[in-house]
C-alpha cells in the first residue's frame, strides 16, 4: 500500500543534543509537510516543501530545519532540542498544494 | 485569517447513540472543509472532505457531514456510535486562495464511547 513512513516512532534524546527525524512516501507526492503537535493540541505546522521549493513558517523556530534530498524523503532536523520541544512530529503528503494531506503515524519526541 | 472553532473538546456518549461533533469555520469563501480522526500515537487519518460539490458529505467508518454555508458549519454525525470511534476528532478548513494553502486546524473534540 502506498503511504507515509515515518521512522523512529519513538525518539529519545538529551537536551541540547541534535535529533533526526525521518519521513519516507509511496505516494508520490510533490508536497511534503512537518507538523508539531503537542499533548491535546491541534498539529501545528513548520514547514513544507512544494516539490524542492521549501517553505518556512513565520513562527518556526530558527531551531528547527528540514532536508528533502529526492521526492521520496523529508528530514526534521532539531539542532538543540530544549525541553520544550518534546512533542509528537507528524509528517504529511499531498500530490500538490490545496489537496487532502496524508499523514504517517507520527514520531514522539523526549528530550532527557 | 482563517479559523475553525470545535464546540466541546471532549464529547461522550453511549454506544449505539447519535455521535454529533460540532465544527464551525470563519471565511469570507467557502474553503475546503476536512475531518480527521487520530487515535492514540496514531497520526491523522482523513475521514472525509467537502470540496464545494456536493454539501452532504459521506466519509469512512459511517461518518457524514453536511456543508451549511449559511452557518459556515460542517458538522461530523454518526448514526449509531461504536467503541471503535473513541478517538479525537481534528476538523480543517483549507482556503485555496492568494496563495495560501495553509490547512487550519479545530483543536479536537475528544470522543469517549460509553458501553
Known amino acids: 500500500d502506498a503511504m507515509v513512513i515515518q521512522n523512529p516512532r519513538y525518539q529519545v534524546t538529551q537536551f541540547g543534543k541534535p535529533v533526526t527525524l525521518s519521513c519516507s512516501q509511496t505516494?508520490?507526492?510533490?508536497?511534503m509537510y512537518w507538523y508539531q503537535q503537542k499533548s491535546s493540541q491541534a498539529p501545528k505546522l513548520l514547514f513544507h516543501?512544494?516539490?524542492?521549493?521549501?517553505?518556512n513558517e513565520a513562527d518556526t523556530p530558527d531551531n528547527f530545519q528540514s532536508r528533502r534530498p529526492n521526492t521520496s524523503f523529508c528530514f526534521l532536523d532539531i539542532r538543540s532540542p530544549g525541553l520544550g520541544d518534546a512533542a509528537m512530529y507528524l509528517c504529511?503528503?499531498?500530490?500538490?498544494?490545496?489537496?487532502?494531506?496524508?499523514f504517517g503515524d507520527g514520531t514522539r519526541l523526549s528530550i532527557l | 485569517a482563517q479559523s475553525v472553532t470545535q464546540l466541546g473538546s471532549h464529547v461522550s456518549v453511549s454506544e449505539g447513540a447519535l455521535v454529533l461533533l460540532r465544527c464551525n469555520y470563519s471565511?469570507?469563501?467557502?474553503?475546503?472543509l476536512f475531518w480527521y480522526v487520530q487515535y492514540p500515537n496514531q497520526g491523522l487519518q482523513l475521514l472525509l472532505k467537502?470540496?464545494?460539490?456536493?454539501?452532504l458529505v459521506k466519509g469512512i467508518n459511517g461518518f457524514e457531514a453536511e456543508f451549511k454555508k449559511s452557518e459556515t458549519s460542517f458538522h461530523l454525525t454518526k448514526p449509531s456510535a461504536h467503541m471503535s470511534d473513541a478517538a479525537e476528532y481534528f476538523c480543517?478548513?483549507?482556503?485555496?486562495?492568494?496563495?495560501?494553502?495553509?490547512?487550519?486546524f479545530g483543536k479536537g473534540t475528544k470522543l469517549s464511547v460509553i458501553p
Open positions: 504529511a503528503t499531498s500530490r500538490t498544494r490545496g489537496q487532502p494531506q496524508h
Open positions: 505516494l508520490n507526492h510533490n508536497v
Open positions: 516543501y512544494y516539490d524542492k521549493d521549501f517553505n
Open positions: 471565511s469570507s469563501v467557502p474553503p475546503y
Open positions: 467537502y470540496t464545494s460539490a456536493a454539501t
Open positions: 480543517a478548513s483549507l482556503y485555496s486562495g492568494a496563495g495560501s494553502y495553509q490547512l487550519t
